[in-house]
């Protein structure tokens, strides 16, 4: 069984960074694409990042226009987790935060193309 749990989530000041945490069980973690998505209070849920396997040990990142420049995704495969560092956190940010695995190795920016979910954490930002 395949489980995906988050952790890092909290309350911080605009301008302040936080760092989320995905911890993967229960699936070959290496070669998949892993997501990061959010949803915040009467929105849709919408695409934050994701890592992709290129082959060997590289791999690369996409990010929403939103949160380029402020955010970062990483994994490390020992540990099988991935990582979003939030830096430079606005209200806008403020939303529940999911992590998200699918079964091939690029990353998707469509909730649909992910297998796999966490069950979330909350992130807000105050002004």
């Known amino acids: 069984q395949v489980q995906l749990v988050e952790s890092g989530g909290g309350l911080v000041q605009a301008g302040g960074s936080l760092r989320l945490s995905c911890a993967v069980s229960g699936r070959t973690f290496s070669t998949s694409a892993m997501g990061w998505f959010r949803q915040a209070p009467g929105k849709e849920r919408e695409f934050v990042a994701t890592?992709?396997?290129?082959?060997?040990?590289?791999?690369?990142?996409d990010y929403a226009d939103s949160v380029k420049g402020r955010f970062t995704i990483s994994r490390d495969n020992a540990k099988n987790t991935v990582d979003l560092q939030m830096n430079s956190l606005k209200p806008e940010d403020t939303a529940v935060y999911y992590c998200?695995?699918?079964?091939?190795?690029?990353?998707?920016?469509?909730?649909?193309?992910?297998?796999?979910w966490g069950q979330g954490t909350q992130v807000t930002v105050s002004s």
């Open positions: 890592i992709s396997w290129g082959g060997g040990k590289t791999y690369y990142a």
């Open positions: 998200a695995a699918r079964s091939g190795r690029t990353g998707r920016i469509g909730q649909t193309e992910y297998d796999y």
